[in-house]
């Protein structure tokens, strides 16, 4: 076992040695097209937290009619926990808000003003205004509500702009991430097919087995794994530096910072890259005597 594992090591090496010059440009390559795929895809990463933005603030306020009593506000918070386009709720007792307005203008405000109790309702998976509509209507005939608020032209805009970084994430796959996989496997197809000449002249002198093929699969690996890992050196120092620069221009552009992004988007452009290298090997064709 050793002694095969230490053949495949030298005829390796000796591979990138005799042809180190498509090494070296075979590993710029992929780290270019892995900077370029680690800007898509965080960027559609940044598109779903500014789309669940978008979701979480079209909103719809609820003002409660005087002297509401405490059991009919708890039953009709579980009415709205089995709304299924309602993510959650924030209830605002009258007292807290006289108090927090108090606090604030560090005054003595009288009881007699216009602050009621309130519901902020918060909604999800809302597709059009028809439907943001239909709870404002639904709650309009709710006994303790005395008034539903919410502001149609901005919930439409909202929405809009939802549809809107939807489609762009759609997009974004069918038009970069794809092509880009596309592209790795191309690659490699043609890098294969510059050596099928070698592995003509191995297959003849050695015989059928995975050691006529396995140098070249351990090149190419090497290639994928130093190409992610240049990528992945270049793109951190880029978006932590932009971060930087963003948040010395406004602290309210919020970003999603790199310590935070899951690694997972990373790791798969490397799994999914060797599954493409595996894809690539199997259309390689050895020609042995007629």
Not at 100 to 129: A, C, G, H, V, W
Request: glycine share 2%.
């Amino acid at each position: 076992m050793k002694k095969n594992f230490y053949y495949l090591i030298e005829e390796t090496k000796q591979l990138i040695n005799y042809k180190g010059r498509i090494f070296i440009i075979n590993t710029v390559i992929l780290a270019i097209i892995f900077l370029l795929m680690n800007f898509f895809v965080i960027s559609k990463y940044n598109m779903n937290n500014i789309e669940a933005y978008f979701s979480r603030n079209i909103q719809i306020k609820l003002l409660l009619k005087d002297f509401i009593k405490e059991d009919k506000i708890i039953e009709f918070e579980k009415e709205l926990i089995k709304k299924n386009n309602i993510d959650y709720h924030s209830y605002n007792a009258r007292e807290l808000a006289i108090k927090t307005l108090e606090n604030r203008m560090n005054l003595s405000i009288s009881q007699r003003n216009p602050l009621k109790n309130s519901f902020i309702i918060y909604t999800k998976d809302i597709k059009n205004i028809k439907e943001v509509e239909a709870l404002a209507s639904y709650f309009e005939n709710i006994d303790i509500v005395e008034k539903v608020l919410f502001n149609r032209e901005l919930v439409t805009k909202l929405i809009k702009a939802k549809e809107t970084m939807s489609k762009l994430k759609i997009k974004m796959n069918i038009f970069f991430i794809f092509p880009l996989f596309i592209f790795i496997y191309l690659v490699f197809k043609l890098n294969f097919i510059n050596y099928e000449d070698e592995l003509s002249e191995k297959y003849k002198r050695e015989g059928k087995g995975i050691l006529v093929f396995s140098p070249y699969f351990l090149k190419k690996l090497l290639n994928i794994v130093l190409a992610w890992t240049i990528s992945l050196l270049f793109f951190s120092n880029f978006y932590q530096s932009s971060e930087k620069l963003l948040y010395d221009m406004s602290p309210n552009i919020n970003i999603v910072v790199y310590e935070s992004l899951p690694k997972s988007l990373f790791l798969n452009q490397l799994m999914i890259s060797i599954a493409i290298l595996i894809i690539a090997t199997m259309f390689v064709r050895i020609r042995g005597d007629k």
